[in-house]
């Protein structure tokens, strides 16, 4: 929740220094039309006054008694052609009168400490003034406009809370997300709720949820091969136990020479699965790499170099075509390590010619390995990649393998960007391909 009321808290902070803004805008500009419109109105009555005055033969006595109060802002005089005062109206506090030569229309006028805003009209028979205190006008406008701008002031805060409670109702559904995460226990990798989240939102969390369901597969299949290595070694671990107890009641000699033997090459399939196991943990998606620029004509040099003594002792026939170098970007020990499942599987299931190829083509660079086995039939070909599958060739040494070979070569050949493909070698075994693609 820190994390949300940050958000909500930086929302609300980024919307209302907007709105304090606008408000600031708006209110300044009605505050300023507001006074600028009181002042034309001022300026109006006082020529409406003047121009009235100015058409009158006479001042009429109730007239002259209002005009005469001594409350009233605005100050009147009559002035005759000739400069003699025909009638004066002080207001409170003015001791001079206007002065009797007159700038007709609007002027400002400064009499003892005050400031005046004066209209004169002017007639063939008379002058007449009309003039009114700018402090009096000022603050009369500075009233009217902040009549006009409390709404706006009023309205802020309202607005403001407004804001907040929409920010987290609009933040409801991500914390609801929130919360269902959070209440999860390590176990559950079940997507996350997605209902009313906001378009920007969704796709995180959508995200979110395909990692979470790559988790999920990825600890089944971990679950899995857990489940498969414990029950795999336990049957070479109960072999190794049964013939150290043969080797311990056979008599020294030729029984007991055998026994040995026997506790050697088990020991040995022993250790060849935990290798295997291991080489196959490193290989996983998401297990570190170190590619670098590795040439696969050496790879498969080295391939046929390795299992060239088991290939004598099988009297399997090693052919190697690596005419020219031929550089990919990968992990050399995957690499090496694929390339080496290959060769020994051909070995391993009843070939007698095995084929290994280092070539470019038009459809990228490749690692074949052809043998003259007895291949496997193409609706078991996927299949054979599955951890501890092994094949159904009468001919498979199963003593020797363990499931593993093809599952690395295809786990280390993802890791480097490339594919595996199993086909129909023309030698009539099974053909079996690491490509990379032009692209990669």
């Known amino acids: 929740m820190k994390l949300l009321g940050t958000l909500r808290g930086r929302l609300f902070a980024l919307l209302a220094a ?51 109060d001594p409350s009233l802002d605005y ?27 007159a700038v007709l229309g609007f002027s400002n006028l400064r009499l003892g400490t005050q400031d005046w805003r004066v209209y004169s009209a002017a007639t063939p028979l008379r002058v007449v003034q009309v003039a009114q205190p700018l402090r009096v006008r000022q603050r009369l406008a500075a009233l009217a406009a902040l009549r006009s701008v409390a709404p706006i002031a009023i309205a802020l805060p309202l607005v403001a809370a407004a804001i907040w409670w929409l920010i987290g109702l609009s933040l409801a559904p991500i914390a609801r997300t929130a919360h269902a995460a959070r209440a999860r226990n390590a176990n559950a990798l079940d997507a996350l709720p997605t209902t009313g989240l906001p378009g920007e939102v969704a796709p995180l969390v959508d995200a979110f949820n395909a990692l979470l369901a790559r988790l999920a597969t990825a600890f089944d299949v971990q679950r899995s091969f857990v489940a498969d290595a414990a029950h795999e070694l336990r049957t070479p671990l109960t072999a190794l136990k049964l013939q150290l107890g043969l080797l311990r009641d056979s008599a020294p000699g030729p029984e007991q020479d055998a026994a040995i033997d026997r506790l050697r090459g088990g020991i040995d399939r022993a250790v060849r699965l935990v290798e295997q196991l291991l080489t196959l943990a490193r290989a996983e998606p998401g297990a570190p790499a170190d590619p670098r620029p590795l040439d696969l004509a050496e790879v498969a040099r080295q391939a046929v170099a390795d299992a060239q003594p088991l290939a004598e002792r099988a009297s399997v026939t ?73 094949g159904e060739s009468a001919q498979a040494e199963s003593t020797q393998g363990s499931g593993l070979g093809l599952a690395i070569v295809r786990a280390a050949a993802r890791q480097q960007g490339a594919e595996v493909t199993l086909g129909d070698a023309p030698l009539g075994g099974l053909r079996a391909e690491i490509r990379w693609s032009p692209a990669s």
């Open 18 to 68: 907007l709105g304090t803004v606008t408000a600031l805008a708006v209110g300044g500009a009605t505050y300023v039309s507001v006074r600028a419109e009181a002042d034309e109105l001022f300026d109006y009555q006082l020529r409406q006054t003047a121009l009235s005055l100015r058409d009158q033969g006479r001042i009429a006595s109730d007239e002259a008694a209002a005009l005469a």
């Open 75 to 101: 100050l009147v005089q009559i002035w005759s052609v000739q400069g003699l005062e025909l009638y004066s109206s002080r207001p409170q506090g003015m001791s001079e009168p206007l002065p009797p030569r």
């Open 318 to 390: 090693l052919q190697l075509e690596a005419p020219q170098p031929v550089i990919v970007e990968a992990d050399p020990q995957a690499l090496r390590s694929a390339a080496r499942n290959l060769v020994d599987n051909a070995l391993k299931y009843g070939a007698r010619t095995v084929r290994v190829q280092a070539l470019r083509e038009a459809g990228g660079r490749l690692l074949r390995v052809d043998d003259d086995g007895p291949g496997i039939p193409p609706e078991q070909r996927e299949r054979v990649f599955d951890r501890f599958q092994r």
